[in-house]
């Protein structure tokens, strides 16, 4: 079983930073990529970042400037860095990863996601 838990997600001021956090935990062989989405009331679940393995990224090109994506790879462990912060920002952030499961005779990818993290921007 597999597990990914958010933090950090919290209340902050227009123009403030928040840092969040998402430790993947359970039984795995590897992780190819982790990276988190977003999603508003009302609104579909949209992609803000994602980071392979190897360290390559990817992010919504709305966010490039604001939002940093790191990983420890030691800890399982995927960081999302959110700057200059907007009231357009506030959602619920969703940790995401692809995960390599199975046995040493079968072993396959699987997606998951964590239980998500609110955001709110507002003064």
């Known amino acids: 079983q597999v597990q990914l838990v958010e933090s950090g997600g919290c209340l902050v001021q227009p123009e403030g930073s928040l840092r969040l956090s998402c430790a993947a935990s359970?039984?795995?062989?590897?992780?190819?990529?982790m990276g988190w989405y977003r999603q508003a009331p009302g609104k579909q679940r949209d992609l803000v970042a994602v980071?392979?393995?190897?360290?390559?990224?990817n992010y919504a090109d709305s966010l490039k400037g604001r939002f940093t994506i790191s990983r420890d790879n030691a800890k399982n462990t995927v960081y999302l860095q959110m700057n200059s912060l907007k009231p357009e920002d506030t959602s619920v952030y969703y940790c995401?990863?692809?995960?390599?499961?199975?046995?040493?005779?079968?072993?396959?990818?699987?997606?998951?996601w964590g239980q998500g993290t609110q955001v709110t921007v507002s003064s």
């Open positions: 359970g039984s795995f062989f590897s992780i190819v990529a």
């Open positions: 980071i392979w393995s190897g360290g390559n990224t």
């Open positions: 995401t990863a692809e995960i390599v499961v199975g046995d040493n005779v079968r072993r396959r990818r699987e997606r998951y």
